[in-house]
Protein backbone atom coordinates (compact mmCIF):
# COMPACT_ATOMS: atom_id res chain seq x y z
CA UNK A 1 0.00 0.00 0.00
CA UNK A 2 1.20 3.25 -1.21
CA UNK A 3 2.22 6.11 1.87
CA UNK A 4 0.37 9.18 1.55
CA UNK A 5 3.54 10.85 0.51
CA UNK A 6 3.84 8.17 -2.21
CA UNK A 7 0.66 8.88 -4.11
CA UNK A 8 1.20 13.00 -3.59
CA UNK A 9 4.40 12.17 -5.49
CA UNK A 10 2.59 10.00 -8.24
CA UNK A 11 -0.15 12.46 -8.92
CA UNK A 12 1.72 14.59 -10.51
CA UNK A 13 3.92 17.41 -10.23
CA UNK A 14 4.54 18.77 -6.52
CA UNK A 15 3.65 22.75 -6.28
CA UNK A 16 2.58 24.87 -4.08
CA UNK A 17 -1.03 24.30 -4.87
CA UNK A 18 -0.56 20.78 -4.77
CA UNK A 19 1.21 20.78 -1.27
CA UNK A 20 -2.05 22.93 -0.06
CA UNK A 21 -4.55 20.34 -0.79
CA UNK A 22 -2.07 17.71 0.53
CA UNK A 23 -1.61 19.25 4.23
CA UNK A 24 -5.69 20.33 3.77
CA UNK A 25 -6.53 16.98 3.19
CA UNK A 26 -4.61 15.15 6.44
CA UNK A 27 -4.47 15.09 9.69
CA UNK A 28 -0.38 15.17 11.12
CA UNK A 29 1.54 13.09 11.49
CA UNK A 30 -0.33 10.60 9.25
CA UNK A 31 -0.88 6.95 10.64
CA UNK A 32 -1.31 4.37 8.20
CA UNK A 33 -0.33 1.03 9.46
CA UNK A 34 2.66 0.52 11.40
CA UNK A 35 3.87 3.77 9.57
CA UNK A 36 3.61 7.06 10.76
CA UNK A 37 4.64 9.95 8.37
CA UNK A 38 5.84 13.23 9.93
CA UNK A 39 5.50 16.35 7.87
CA UNK A 40 6.87 19.85 7.93
CA UNK A 41 5.97 22.90 5.38
CA UNK A 42 8.73 25.56 5.87
CA UNK A 43 12.53 26.88 4.32
CA UNK A 44 14.99 25.09 6.14
CA UNK A 45 18.71 23.67 5.63
CA UNK A 46 17.67 20.35 7.04
CA UNK A 47 14.92 18.62 9.39
CA UNK A 48 15.04 16.22 12.14
CA UNK A 49 12.69 14.11 13.94
CA UNK A 50 13.63 14.06 18.38
CA UNK A 51 11.73 11.89 19.76
CA UNK A 52 11.90 9.44 23.18
CA UNK A 53 12.11 5.89 22.11
CA UNK A 54 14.52 4.35 23.53
CA UNK A 55 16.31 1.97 21.13
CA UNK A 56 15.96 4.14 17.75
CA UNK A 57 18.04 6.99 16.85
CA UNK A 58 16.96 9.92 18.90
CA UNK A 59 17.47 12.16 15.79
CA UNK A 60 15.98 11.15 12.43
CA UNK A 61 17.09 13.34 9.32
CA UNK A 62 13.52 14.04 6.79
CA UNK A 63 14.01 14.53 3.25
CA UNK A 64 12.63 17.30 1.21
CA UNK A 65 10.57 17.02 -2.19
CA UNK A 66 13.12 18.57 -4.62
CA UNK A 67 11.84 22.23 -5.51
CA UNK A 68 9.46 22.36 -2.60
CA UNK A 69 9.63 23.29 1.32
CA UNK A 70 8.04 20.02 1.95
CA UNK A 71 9.73 17.71 4.67
CA UNK A 72 8.66 14.55 5.48
CA UNK A 73 9.96 11.30 7.47
CA UNK A 74 8.42 7.83 7.87
CA UNK A 75 8.51 5.43 10.93
CA UNK A 76 7.05 2.15 11.86
CA UNK A 77 5.62 2.86 15.25
CA UNK A 78 3.85 -0.60 16.43
CA UNK A 79 -0.10 -0.54 16.72
CA UNK A 80 -1.21 0.92 20.28
CA UNK A 81 1.88 3.27 21.22
CA UNK A 82 2.61 6.73 21.61
CA UNK A 83 5.33 8.49 20.99
CA UNK A 84 6.02 12.16 22.27
CA UNK A 85 8.51 13.98 19.94
CA UNK A 86 10.00 17.83 18.62
CA UNK A 87 10.86 18.93 15.42
CA UNK A 88 14.53 19.94 14.90
CA UNK A 89 15.03 22.84 11.84
CA UNK A 90 18.13 23.78 10.93
CA UNK A 91 18.05 27.55 8.92
CA UNK A 92 20.98 29.89 8.53
CA UNK A 93 22.94 27.70 10.65
CA UNK A 94 20.69 27.97 13.56
CA UNK A 95 19.18 25.10 15.62
CA UNK A 96 15.95 25.17 16.65
CA UNK A 97 13.78 22.65 18.34
CA UNK A 98 9.73 23.28 18.01
CA UNK A 99 6.76 21.16 18.51
CA UNK A 100 5.09 19.82 15.48
CA UNK A 101 3.17 22.93 13.53
CA UNK A 102 0.57 20.85 11.79
CA UNK A 103 -0.20 18.67 14.81
CA UNK A 104 -2.46 20.17 17.77
CA UNK A 105 -1.89 17.01 19.98
CA UNK A 106 0.12 18.47 22.67
CA UNK A 107 1.15 16.69 26.11
CA UNK A 108 2.68 19.20 28.68
CA UNK A 109 4.81 18.69 31.16
CA UNK A 110 7.23 20.68 33.64
CA UNK A 111 9.61 21.39 31.01
CA UNK A 112 6.83 22.39 28.60
CA UNK A 113 4.94 20.75 26.23
CA UNK A 114 5.75 18.15 23.15
CA UNK A 115 3.76 16.84 20.20
CA UNK A 116 2.30 13.53 20.53
CA UNK A 117 2.16 10.88 17.59
CA UNK A 118 -1.19 7.78 18.45
CA UNK A 119 -0.18 4.96 16.83
CA UNK A 120 -2.94 2.93 15.09
CA UNK A 121 -5.17 1.83 17.90
CA UNK A 122 -4.51 4.24 20.57
CA UNK A 123 -7.10 6.33 22.43
CA UNK A 124 -7.02 8.61 25.05
CA UNK A 125 -9.10 6.56 27.84
CA UNK A 126 -11.81 8.24 28.05
CA UNK A 127 -11.81 7.67 31.85
CA UNK A 128 -9.17 10.11 31.60
CA UNK A 129 -11.65 13.05 30.64
CA UNK A 130 -14.06 14.93 32.84
CA UNK A 131 -17.20 13.27 32.78
CA UNK A 132 -20.37 15.50 33.24
CA UNK A 133 -21.87 12.83 36.01
CA UNK A 134 -18.73 12.07 38.37
CA UNK A 135 -19.29 14.62 41.14
CA UNK A 136 -16.09 16.27 41.91
CA UNK A 137 -13.94 15.87 44.79
CA UNK A 138 -12.52 18.77 46.84
CA UNK A 139 -8.94 19.64 47.41
CA UNK A 140 -7.79 21.02 50.92
CA UNK A 141 -4.42 22.38 51.48
CA UNK A 142 -2.22 21.56 54.40
CA UNK A 143 1.20 23.35 55.57
CA UNK A 144 3.87 21.78 57.79
CA UNK A 145 6.03 24.58 59.37
CA UNK A 146 8.37 22.40 60.40
CA UNK A 147 9.62 18.82 58.86
CA UNK A 148 12.52 16.34 59.38
CA UNK A 149 13.33 18.28 55.88
CA UNK A 150 14.49 21.23 57.63
CA UNK A 151 11.64 23.81 55.98
CA UNK A 152 8.11 23.90 55.54
CA UNK A 153 6.19 21.51 53.65
CA UNK A 154 3.01 22.21 51.37
CA UNK A 155 0.71 19.00 51.55
CA UNK A 156 -2.81 19.18 49.47
CA UNK A 157 -5.28 16.83 50.41
CA UNK A 158 -8.39 15.32 47.97
CA UNK A 159 -11.09 14.43 49.56
CA UNK A 160 -13.46 12.30 47.39
CA UNK A 161 -16.92 12.93 47.07
CA UNK A 162 -19.83 12.66 49.54
CA UNK A 163 -16.52 12.37 51.95
CA UNK A 164 -18.14 11.78 55.22
CA UNK A 165 -16.22 12.29 58.83
CA UNK A 166 -18.53 9.30 60.00
CA UNK A 167 -16.97 6.67 57.71
CA UNK A 168 -13.46 5.76 57.29
CA UNK A 169 -11.11 5.81 54.40
CA UNK A 170 -7.24 4.34 52.89
CA UNK A 171 -5.15 6.75 52.29
CA UNK A 172 -2.82 7.14 49.27
CA UNK A 173 0.19 9.43 49.30
CA UNK A 174 1.66 10.56 45.78
CA UNK A 175 5.28 11.86 45.42
CA UNK A 176 5.32 14.81 43.05
CA UNK A 177 0.90 15.02 43.92
CA UNK A 178 0.68 18.62 42.30
CA UNK A 179 1.97 17.43 38.70
CA UNK A 180 0.18 14.32 38.85
CA UNK A 181 -3.00 16.94 39.05
CA UNK A 182 -1.64 19.11 36.68
CA UNK A 183 -0.18 16.42 33.85
CA UNK A 184 -1.29 13.56 34.36
CA UNK A 185 -5.08 14.63 35.56
CA UNK A 186 -4.99 12.45 38.49
CA UNK A 187 -7.93 14.31 40.45
CA UNK A 188 -10.59 13.48 36.89
CA UNK A 189 -9.28 9.93 37.23
CA UNK A 190 -9.62 9.78 41.02
CA UNK A 191 -13.23 11.46 40.33
CA UNK A 192 -14.08 9.15 37.57
CA UNK A 193 -13.50 5.69 38.85
CA UNK A 194 -14.54 6.29 42.23
CA UNK A 195 -17.69 7.71 40.50
CA UNK A 196 -17.88 4.17 38.46
CA UNK A 197 -16.89 2.02 41.18
CA UNK A 198 -14.15 0.53 39.85
CA UNK A 199 -11.79 1.99 42.85
CA UNK A 200 -12.85 2.91 46.29
CA UNK A 201 -13.14 5.97 47.79
CA UNK A 202 -9.67 7.09 48.93
CA UNK A 203 -8.27 9.94 51.01
CA UNK A 204 -4.89 11.11 49.18
CA UNK A 205 -2.11 13.67 50.09
CA UNK A 206 -0.71 15.21 47.21
CA UNK A 207 2.97 16.28 48.07
CA UNK A 208 4.83 18.90 46.76
CA UNK A 209 8.91 18.15 46.88
CA UNK A 210 11.40 21.29 46.93
CA UNK A 211 14.62 19.70 45.47
CA UNK A 212 13.25 16.03 44.38
CA UNK A 213 16.77 14.73 43.18
CA UNK A 214 18.18 15.07 46.70
CA UNK A 215 14.61 14.14 48.54
CA UNK A 216 14.11 11.40 46.96
CA UNK A 217 17.11 8.70 46.48
CA UNK A 218 16.53 7.00 50.25
CA UNK A 219 16.93 10.05 51.75
CA UNK A 220 16.25 9.75 55.77
CA UNK A 221 14.83 12.64 56.10
CA UNK A 222 12.34 12.59 53.84
CA UNK A 223 11.39 9.13 55.01
CA UNK A 224 11.17 10.42 58.57
CA UNK A 225 8.79 13.18 57.06
CA UNK A 226 6.20 11.03 55.37
CA UNK A 227 5.87 8.09 58.19
CA UNK A 228 6.11 9.99 61.31
CA UNK A 229 5.06 13.32 60.41
CA UNK A 230 2.51 12.95 57.13
CA UNK A 231 1.40 9.86 58.17
CA UNK A 232 0.20 10.98 61.86
CA UNK A 233 -0.64 14.46 60.82
CA UNK A 234 -3.52 12.58 57.91
CA UNK A 235 -4.55 9.88 60.82
CA UNK A 236 -5.41 12.95 63.05
CA UNK A 237 -7.23 14.87 60.96
CA UNK A 238 -8.97 12.74 58.53
CA UNK A 239 -10.67 9.16 59.40
CA UNK A 240 -8.18 7.39 57.94
CA UNK A 241 -8.05 3.58 58.77
CA UNK A 242 -4.78 2.61 60.76
CA UNK A 243 -3.89 -0.82 59.14
CA UNK A 244 -1.29 -0.71 56.52
CA UNK A 245 -3.14 -2.43 53.69
CA UNK A 246 -5.69 0.82 53.64
CA UNK A 247 -2.14 3.02 52.96
CA UNK A 248 -0.30 3.19 49.71
CA UNK A 249 2.45 5.01 48.67
CA UNK A 250 2.48 6.03 45.06
CA UNK A 251 5.44 7.52 42.81
CA UNK A 252 6.76 8.29 39.47
CA UNK A 253 10.34 7.84 38.19
CA UNK A 254 12.60 9.32 40.88
CA UNK A 255 9.06 9.28 43.24
CA UNK A 256 8.98 5.81 42.64
CA UNK A 257 12.40 5.34 44.44
CA UNK A 258 11.16 7.44 47.19
CA UNK A 259 7.70 5.72 47.65
CA UNK A 260 10.43 2.29 47.37
CA UNK A 261 12.90 3.32 49.62
CA UNK A 262 10.43 4.67 51.78
CA UNK A 263 8.58 1.53 52.65
CA UNK A 264 11.91 0.06 53.02
CA UNK A 265 12.71 2.00 55.49
CA UNK A 266 9.32 1.68 57.39
CA UNK A 267 8.22 -1.89 56.93
CA UNK A 268 4.57 -2.86 58.06
CA UNK A 269 3.98 0.78 57.69
CA UNK A 270 2.20 0.98 53.78
CA UNK A 271 0.33 -2.48 52.28
CA UNK A 272 0.33 -0.59 48.82
CA UNK A 273 3.33 0.66 46.44
CA UNK A 274 1.75 1.94 43.17
CA UNK A 275 5.61 2.71 41.65
CA UNK A 276 5.47 4.16 38.02
CA UNK A 277 8.63 3.59 35.64
CA UNK A 278 10.40 3.83 38.80
CA UNK A 279 14.22 5.09 38.70
CA UNK A 280 15.38 1.53 39.74
CA UNK A 281 19.26 1.81 38.07
CA UNK A 282 21.51 -0.21 40.05
CA UNK A 283 25.03 -1.88 39.07
CA UNK A 284 25.85 -5.56 39.29
CA UNK A 285 29.43 -4.82 38.19
CA UNK A 286 31.29 -1.90 37.76
CA UNK A 287 30.13 1.74 37.72
CA UNK A 288 26.67 2.99 36.82
CA UNK A 289 26.45 5.15 33.42
CA UNK A 290 23.71 7.19 34.56
CA UNK A 291 25.69 9.90 35.96
CA UNK A 292 26.17 11.86 39.54
CA UNK A 293 22.16 12.26 40.11
CA UNK A 294 21.93 8.49 40.07
CA UNK A 295 24.49 7.86 42.64
CA UNK A 296 21.90 7.85 45.73
CA UNK A 297 19.81 5.52 43.93
CA UNK A 298 21.94 3.17 42.86
CA UNK A 299 23.17 2.91 45.85
CA UNK A 300 19.98 2.26 47.02
CA UNK A 301 19.01 -0.17 44.52
CA UNK A 302 21.85 -2.21 45.09
CA UNK A 303 21.69 -2.40 48.59
CA UNK A 304 17.67 -3.54 48.34
CA UNK A 305 18.14 -5.77 45.64
CA UNK A 306 20.65 -7.51 48.71
CA UNK A 307 18.28 -7.47 51.36
CA UNK A 308 14.27 -6.17 49.78
CA UNK A 309 12.61 -7.70 53.17
CA UNK A 310 9.03 -7.24 53.10
CA UNK A 311 8.93 -3.59 52.53
CA UNK A 312 4.68 -4.07 51.27
CA UNK A 313 2.28 -6.46 50.79
CA UNK A 314 1.14 -5.79 47.07
CA UNK A 315 2.61 -3.45 44.24
CA UNK A 316 1.91 -2.93 41.13
CA UNK A 317 4.97 -1.67 39.05
CA UNK A 318 4.34 0.23 35.02
CA UNK A 319 7.06 0.89 32.95
CA UNK A 320 6.75 2.13 29.32
CA UNK A 321 9.01 -0.31 26.20
CA UNK A 322 10.60 2.89 25.02
CA UNK A 323 12.24 3.75 28.17
CA UNK A 324 15.67 3.69 28.55
CA UNK A 325 14.68 2.20 32.24
CA UNK A 326 12.57 -0.94 30.46
CA UNK A 327 15.69 -2.91 32.18
CA UNK A 328 15.59 -2.03 35.65
CA UNK A 329 11.79 -2.40 36.08
CA UNK A 330 11.57 -5.48 34.60
CA UNK A 331 14.40 -6.88 36.52
CA UNK A 332 12.56 -5.53 39.88
CA UNK A 333 9.79 -7.82 39.26
CA UNK A 334 11.12 -11.07 40.53
CA UNK A 335 13.46 -8.79 43.27
CA UNK A 336 9.79 -8.10 44.60
CA UNK A 337 8.20 -11.58 43.79
CA UNK A 338 10.66 -13.42 45.85
CA UNK A 339 10.56 -11.35 48.94
CA UNK A 340 6.93 -12.64 49.31
CA UNK A 341 5.10 -9.89 48.09
CA UNK A 342 2.27 -9.52 45.60
CA UNK A 343 2.87 -8.03 42.09
CA UNK A 344 0.97 -6.90 39.44
CA UNK A 345 3.45 -5.79 36.56
CA UNK A 346 2.24 -4.07 33.20
CA UNK A 347 3.99 -2.14 30.25
CA UNK A 348 2.62 -0.20 27.63
CA UNK A 349 4.19 1.11 24.47
CA UNK A 350 5.10 4.77 25.35
CA UNK A 351 7.49 6.55 27.32
CA UNK A 352 8.54 8.42 30.19
CA UNK A 353 5.99 11.11 30.82
CA UNK A 354 3.06 11.86 32.32
CA UNK A 355 0.19 10.65 30.23
CA UNK A 356 1.56 7.11 29.66
CA UNK A 357 1.65 7.21 33.87
CA UNK A 358 -1.88 8.80 33.64
CA UNK A 359 -2.91 5.41 31.33
CA UNK A 360 -2.08 3.13 33.69
CA UNK A 361 -3.79 4.86 36.80
CA UNK A 362 -6.93 2.95 36.21
CA UNK A 363 -5.15 -0.89 36.22
CA UNK A 364 -3.06 0.48 39.27
CA UNK A 365 -5.55 1.75 41.96
CA UNK A 366 -8.54 -0.22 40.60
CA UNK A 367 -5.94 -3.54 41.61
CA UNK A 368 -4.97 -2.16 44.78
CA UNK A 369 -7.79 -0.58 46.11
CA UNK A 370 -10.36 -2.51 44.29
CA UNK A 371 -14.14 -0.73 44.60
CA UNK A 372 -17.75 -2.61 44.17
CA UNK A 373 -16.89 -3.42 40.77
CA UNK A 374 -13.55 -5.12 41.84
CA UNK A 375 -14.80 -8.35 40.02
CA UNK A 376 -14.65 -6.53 36.49
CA UNK A 377 -10.52 -7.08 37.10
CA UNK A 378 -9.97 -10.29 38.50
Not at 45 to 55: I, K
Not at 102 to 117: E, R
Not at 121 to 144: L, S
Not at 182 to 202: C, F, G, K, M, W
Request: glycine share 8%; aromatic share 12%; with cysteine.
Amino acid sequence: MKTAIQTLLTQGPVDEASITTFLRGHTFPIVEGRQATFVYHGAAEAVHLRHWVYGLASSQSFERIAGTNLWHHTLEIPPQSRVEYKLEVIQDGNRQWIRDPLNPNLAHDPFGANSVCPGQGYQRPAWTEPDPDAREGTIKEMVFTETALGGPRRVSVYLPARFRETRRYPLLIVHDGGDYVRYASLQTVLDNLIHRNEVAPLVVALTHPVDRLAEYPNNAAHATFIAEQLLPAMQDKFPIYETAASRCLMGASFGGVAALATAWRYPGTFGRLLLQSGSFAFTDIGESKRGPNFARVVEFINAFRDAPGKPSEKVYLSCGTYESLIYENRTMVPVLQASGMEVRYEEARDGHNWENWRDRLRSGLSWLFPGPLWMVYE
